[in-house]
C-alpha cells in the first residue's frame, strides 16, 4: 500500500471538499441566518485537515494501484462524511448529534436522499442550500465512480461500459483518462444541473428553491428544500420537469455523452437498457394508476393519476421526492415501489440500485437456462445491444446480485434485531441499500426516530449501496491487506 | 474464345471441361503441377504451374491474347489482385473473380470499379448455391427453380405425381385448360432422355417435366402437376459453413430454423451472427441429436457441410427418421449420379449452379442468362432478339421458319413482360426475351449464331 500517495490523495480531496462551504457561508452571510460562524469553522477545519495531510507527503505522487483505488474510493467517502457533517454539528439550528450529522451528510453525498431532519422549512437558509449541495457534490462523484473508476476495477460486471461505450472511458490509462472523463461528465452533469434549475425557476418556483431543487433532481437524491416535500409545489408543471430531470438523471451519461457528440437522439434508442428502463418507469406508472383507481384513493381521479405517475417516476429513478405519502395508499404499491428501488436506474448514472443493466442480463440468462432445456444442444450466446456477453460477465452480474441479496437480508435481520417491525427494516434497507432514500413501513421519509446504532448501520449501507457493495466487502477481507 | 483459368479447384476444373468441350481454348493456371497435370490428361487444355497472381505467371499464360481471365483460385486476395493485374499489365477485356468473403462483397461497387481491383463480373459461389437453395424451399416438390428475366420468370423442374389434375393426360389437353400465361412446357425427361413434344405427349408419373411460368404462378403451374406439398415451415440445416450459416441468415426471419454445427467455435459465432436461428452443436448424423430436436417434424433436411460422404450419411439418416424432404451438398460428380433417385430427394451440386452464372458471362450474342441442368448435359439460355427482318435470322420469322439445330426448342417469349406460348405461327420481334432449352448443349453455338446480328446492322 502506497499510505504517502493515498494520503496525499485524501487531503488534496479535503480541500477542495472545503471550498464547497463557501457557497453557503456566503449565503449565511446574505441572509444573516446565523449559520455564518459554523460554516467559517467547518471551512478552516476542513482546509486545515486538508493541508496537514496533503503538506508532510505532498510530493508523493507514485502510480496507485488498483487495490490502493478501492481503498481511497472508501476513504473518499468516509473521510468526506466526516468533515462534511460539521456544518450540521456546528449551528444553532438545527444542532445535530455527530450520528445524525454523519447519517445526513452521508445521504447527501451517496444521494439516497434519507433524512433525519424534522423542520427543514425553518432551517438557516445557509444549511438548507449546504444540505441539497451535498447531493450534488456527490452526483458529480458518483459520476466518475460509476463511469470510470468501476468499470476500469470490474465491479459487479459493470466493465460491460469499458469497452462498449465509445463515449469518454476508452483506454485503459488510469490518470489522464479519468480527468478527461470526469470534465466530460461534469460538464453534462452541470449543464443537466444548470437547465433543470433554469426551467424550475421558469415553472414559477423561488430562485433560492429552484437552486436547491435542481441540485437534489439531477442527482436523484431527493432532498427537498421543504417538510411537505415536492407536495408543497402545486400545479403540475413543475413536477412534469421534475419527472424529466430525475429520467435525465438516471439514464447512462455515456448516452448522453454520445448524443451530444454526434447530434442526434437515436443512441437513446438503440439502448436496450435505456428501452428497458423507461419500460419499467411505464409499467410501474401503470400499475400504481390501476391500483389507486381501482382502491378510490382519491375522489379526483386526475389528481391520483399525477401523483401516481409522479410517485412512481421518482421511486423508479431512485430519487425519493414524494408528492403524496404513498404510505396511506394500498400496500401493494408500497412493494411495488421498493421492487422497483431494488432495481433502480441504469448504470453510469447518479441512481442507485442493482441497475436496470444487470435486471436485463438476468433476465436474458434466465431466458437462455429455460431454453437449454428444450436444447441441450443449442449453442446460445448472450447479446444486449447486439453485443455478445461473455460468460465471465454473466457471471460477475451473478455474483453481484447474490452478494447484494445476501447483505440485504443480512441488513433486514440486523434493523429487525434493532426492533423494527419487518417492513419497516425492509423498507428502511431498500431506502439506504438502494440508494432510495424512501422506504416503508414506519421508517418512510424520515428516519430520526431510529436509534443510533440502526443509523450507524443504515449508514455503512448507504455507503455500501453507493459502492456496488463489493468495493467496500473487499476492504474487509484479509487477502485485500496481504501484501 | 482464348480463356485463362486460374485455380485448378473444383470449379476451375469442372470449368475448363465444360468451356473445352464448346472449344474454347484454354490455360488453367495453379500451384499444383500435379493437378494440373491430372486435368491435361483429360483434357485439350494448356496448362501454366505458378502463383495466379504473379505478372511474370500470367504472361507465362498467355495473358497479353486472351480475351477473358476467370479467377477462381481458392483465395479472394488472389483472385482480386490476379483481376487487377490483367487490368493494369495485360488490357485483358473481361475479368472475372470469384469472391467468397462477405466483408469484400459488401463494398463492391467502390472494389471492383475500374478505380479499385477492375473486376467486370463477380462470382460468388456460396451466395450462388444460397440462393439456389433457397428456391428450392420456397417452392416444395420442386427439383430445380432456375430465375430468368431477374426473376421475374422462373423454369421449374418437377415430377409429376397423383393428384395433379393433367398427369397421364395429353399435353393438348393442358394446353386447352390451362390460361396461356401460366406455364409453357419446356421439356419432358423419360428415363434420361428428352421425349419430342407434341401436343399428344402424354404426361406421365416419373417423368422429370420443366416448365416456365411467371414467378407469381409457380406455385399453381405446379398444383397442376402433382398435389402441392403444404409451404416448409421447419428447416434443418447439417453444417455451419459459410453456405449453411448464409442459408440459415436468408430463412431465419420466415421459417423456423435449425442449425447443427460440429466445430464448438464456429457455432459461437454462428449463433452470435443468427438472431432467430437455434444453433445446435453436434454431429449431423448423430441419430441421438436429430430425434430429441425432432427430426420427424422437420420440413427440410438440408446437409450442406464440406464432407460429400458425411452428406448424404446424414440425408439417409434423416430420411430414415422422418424428415420430409431431404437435400444434400455433392461436390463429386460421380456421387450425384449414384444417389439421385435413391432416398436423397435433392442433390445439389455447388459447381453446376456456379458455372451456370460464369457461362452468362462467357456467351457470345445477346445471351443473358444461361442455366445448366441435367448436370451439364443441357441448358437453358435466355437470349434477346435483335436487329429487324433484314439482319436478323429470327427477327420477323414464324417459327417453324426459324433452322433451330435438332435437340434445340425455343419454348417461351417473353415480351413486355409478358410470356407468349410459342406455336408454329408466333412470330419473333425484335427485344423479345427468347427463352431457348437445349437438351444437348453441344449445338450451343448454332444457336448462338442464328441469334448474332449481320455486321451490317450498328
Keep these: ?483 | 474464345m482464348n480463356i485463362i483459368i486460374l485455380g485448378a479447384g473444383q470449379v476451375g476444373g469442372t470449368l475448363a471441361e465444360n468451356l473445352v468441350r464448346e472449344n474454347n481454348d484454354i490455360t488453367l493456371v495453379d500451384v499444383n503441377n500435379k493437378r494440373l497435370k491430372d486435368l491435361q490428361t483429360k483434357l485439350d487444355i494448356r496448362t501454366v504451374t505458378g502463383p495466379a497472381s504473379h505478372p511474370s505467371v500470367l504472361e507465362e499464360a498467355g495473358a497479353k491474347n486472351a480475351d477473358m481471365m476467370i479467377a477462381v483460385t481458392s483465395s479472394d486476395e488472389t483472385n482480386l489482385v490476379a483481376c487487377h493485374i490483367g487490368y493494369q499489365l495485360f488490357n485483358t477485356p473481361t475479368k472475372l473473380a470469384r469472391i467468397r468473403s462477405r466483408d469484400y462483397l459488401e463494398q463492391q461497387q467502390v472494389l471492383f470499379s475500374t478505380a479499385g481491383f477492375a473486376i467486370d463480373y463477380c462470382i460468388s459461389p456460396e451466395h450462388v448455391v444460397t440462393d439456389y437453395i433457397r428456391r428450392l424451399i420456397e417452392y416444395p416438390g420442386a427439383l430445380q427453380v432456375l430465375d430468368f428475366m431477374k426473376g421475374e420468370f422462373r423454369l421449374v423442374a418437377i415430377r409429376p405425381y397423383f393428384g395433379g389434375p393433367f398427369v397421364g393426360k395429353p399435353l393438348s389437353h393442358l394446353r386447352e385448360h390451362m390460361p396461356e400465361d401460366v406455364l409453357c412446357i419446356a421439356a419432358i425427361y423419360r428415363g434420361n432422355r428428352s421425349i419430342p413434344l407434341n401436343p399428344n405427349t402424354v404426361i406421365e408419373i416419373g417423368d422429370e417435366v420443366f416448365f416456365i411460368a411467371p414467378k407469381e404462378h409457380v406455385r399453381n403451374a405446379m398444383s397442376s402437376l402433382r398435389q402441392l406439398d403444404e409451404p416448409y415451415k421447419r428447416i434443418m440445416i447439417a453444417g455451419g459453413g459459410n453456405i449453411g450459416a448464409e442459408l440459415a441468415a436468408s430463412l431465419e426471419t420466415e421459417y423456423q430454423v435449425k442449425l447443427i454445427e460440429h466445430n464448438t467455435e464456429r457455432c459461437r459465432v454462428i449463433a452470435e451472427r443468427l438472431k432467430h436461428t437455434t444453433v445446435l452443436q453436434g454431429d449431423a448424423s448423430d441419430r441421438e441429436l436429430l430425434m430429441s430436436e425432432n427430426i420427424e417434424y422437420a420440413h427440410v433436411f438440408c446437409a450442406l457441410t464440406n464432407d460429400d460422404e458425411v452428406n448424404i450419411m446424414s440425408c439417409l439418416q434423416a430420411k430414415r427418421l422422418g424428415a420430409r424432404q431431404v437435400m444434400a451438398l455433392i461436390t463429386r460428380t460421380a456421387y450425384v449420379d449414384l444417389v439421385e433417385g435413391s432416398d436423397i430427394d435433392i442433390a445439389i451440386s455447388p459447381q453446376q449452379a456456379t458455372i451456370g452464372s460464369i457461362l452468362t458471362h462467357i456467351r457470345q450474342g445477346d445471351i443473358v442468362n444461361v442455366h445448366s441442368l441435367r448436370r451439364g448435359a443441357a441448358e437453358a439460355i435466355e437470349v434477346i432478339a435483335h436487329g429487324n427482318e433484314k439482319t436478323s435470322k429470327v427477327v420477323g420469322n414464324y417459327l417453324s421458319q426459324i433452322k433451330l439445330p435438332k435437340d434445340a426448342s425455343i419454348v417461351a417469349l417473353i415480351r413486355e413482360g409478358k410470356m407468349i406460348v410459342p406455336y408454329e405461327d408466333t412470330t419473333i420481334q425484335s427485344e423479345d426475351h427468347v427463352i431457348v432449352f437445349l437438351a444437348d448443349k453441344k449445338h450451343l453455338s448454332e444457336v448462338e449464331r442464328l441469334f448474332q446480328v449481320n455486321v451490317g446492322y450498328i
Design chain 1, 1 to 483: 500500500m502506497q499510505y504517502g500517495g493515498m494520503i496525499r490523495i485524501l487531503g488534496l480531496f479535503l480541500m477542495a471538499f472545503s471550498l464547497t462551504m463557501l457557497p453557503p457561508l456566503g449565503v449565511a452571510a446574505f441572509y444573516k441566518d446565523g449559520a455564518w460562524m459554523a460554516f467559517s469553522w467547518s471551512f478552516l477545519l476542513t482546509l486545515a485537515a486538508g493541508f496537514l495531510l496533503w503538506f508532510p507527503v505532498r510530493g508523493h505522487a507514485p502510480p496507485l494501484k488498483i487495490r490502493e483505488g478501492f481503498f481511497i474510493i472508501v476513504l473518499f467517502w468516509s473521510v468526506l462524511t466526516f468533515f462534511g457533517s460539521l456544518p450540521f454539528m456546528l449551528t444553532f439550528i438545527p444542532h445535530l448529534s455527530f450520528t445524525d450529522a454523519a447519517f445526513e451528510t452521508m445521504s447527501g453525498l451517496t444521494t439516497t436522499g434519507a433524512t433525519v431532519l424534522t423542520d427543514i422549512d425553518y432551517l438557516p437558509h445557509a444549511i438548507k442550500l449546504y444540505h441539497q449541495q451535498l447531493q450534488f457534490f456527490g452526483g458529480m462523484a458518483i459520476l466518475v465512480l460509476a463511469v470510470a473508476i468501476l468499470p476500469m476495477l470490474k465491479v459487479g460486471g459493470l466493465q460491460l461500459y469499458r469497452r462498449e461505450t465509445p463515449g469518454p472511458a476508452k483506454d485503459t490509462q488510469l490518470t489522464p483518462r479519468i480527468m478527461q472523463t470526469a470534465k466530460a461528465l461534469w460538464y453534462i452533469y452541470v449543464g443537466l444541473t444548470l437547465l433543470c434549475f433554469l426551467a424550475y425557476w421558469a415553472c414559477g418556483m423561488k430562485l433560492f428553491d429552484a437552486v436547491g431543487e435542481a441540485f437534489s433532481t439531477v442527482s436523484t437524491g431527493g432532498f427537498s428544500m421543504h417538510n411537505d416535500n415536492f407536495a408543497h409545489y402545486h400545479g403540475h408543471l413543475i413536477g412534469s420537469v421534475a419527472m424529466i430531470f430525475m429520467i435525465l438523471g438516471s439514464t447512462n451519461f455515456s448516452l448522453h455523452f454520445l448524443a451530444l457528440r454526434e447530434k442526434s437522439l437515436k443512441h437513446y434508442f438503440y439502448d436496450a437498457e435505456f428501452r428497458t428502463f423507461l419500460l419499467f418507469l411505464f409499467l410501474s406508472a401503470c400499475l400504481t394508476i390501476l391500483t389507486l383507481l381501482i382502491a378510490q384513493v382519491y375522489e379526483e381521479p386526475r389528481t391520483g393519476i399525477y401523483k401516481a405517475i409522479f410517485n412512481a417516476v421518482s421511486i423508479g429513478t431512485s430519487t425519493g421526492f414524494l408528492s403524496a405519502s404513498f404510505q396511506s395508499w394500498p400496500l401493494f404499491i408500497s412493494v411495488l415501489f421498493m421492487l422497483a428501488g431494488i432495481v433502480g436506474g441504469c448504470a453510469a448514472s447518479t441512481s442507485g440500485g442493482i441497475k436496470v443493466i444487470r435486471a436485463l442480463i438476468l433476465y436474458g440468462q434466465g431466458k437462455r437456462e429455460l431454453k437449454r432445456l428444450i436444447h441441450p444442444h443449442a449453442v446460445l450466446p448472450l447479446t444486449l445491444n447486439s453485443r455478445v456477453l461473455s460468460d465471465s460477465l454473466t457471471q460477475s452480474v451473478w455474483g453481484y446480485v447474490a452478494v447484494f441479496f445476501s447483505v440485504f437480508i443480512l441488513l433486514v435481520l440486523i434493523l429487525m434485531g434493532e426492533g423494527l417491525p419487518f417492513d419497516g427494516a425492509v423498507g428502511a434497507v431498500v431506502a439506504c441499500l438502494a440508494n432510495l432514500g424512501v422506504g416503508m413501513g414506519g421508517v418512510s421519509d424520515n428516519f430520526v426516530s431510529l436509534n443510533d446504532s440502526t443509523k450507524w448501520v443504515l449508514t455503512f449501507s448507504m455507503l455500501g449501496g453507493r459502492l456496488e457493495i463489493f468495493t467496500l466487502l473487499l476492504l474487509f477481507t484479509p487477502a485485500f491487506w496481504k501484501k
